[in-house]
């Protein structure tokens, strides 16, 4: 989804067997907290921006995927949360792609 979004809708094609998948990045990561509090608070601060920095871009690159179509982007993020697929013929009838390939 992130190299389709790179591409504006009219230049956007599937073919009619293509299934897209918009789901969330997941992040697999444990926060060790074993110092003094003001190092431990800063290793949380830093874990939460790196959070918020990629939600942030992952939020655009919806935003650019959604651009142009009849879906908003906060339909797409929170169907996303749940693995959201799209047949090519959703995503023509949605208007994230411009034609569909036979």
Not at 32 to 44: C, D, F, H, R, S
Request: glycine fraction near 2%.
């Amino acid at each position: 989804m992130t190299i389709l979004a790179a591409f504006p809708r009219a230049n956007r094609y599937l073919t009619e067997d293509a299934v897209l998948l918009v789901h969330e990045r997941p992040i697999e990561q444990q926060i060790q907290l074993n110092e003094p509090i003001k190092a431990a608070l800063q290793k949380v601060r830093a874990q939460l921006s790196l959070l918020e920095t990629a939600r942030d871009l992952e939020l655009e690159g919806f935003r650019e995927l959604v651009q142009e179509s009849r879906i908003s982007v906060e339909e797409l993020y929170d169907r996303a949360s749940t693995n959201y697929y799209l047949s090519a013929a959703e995503a023509l009838k949605v208007g994230i792609v411009a034609r569909i390939l036979r």
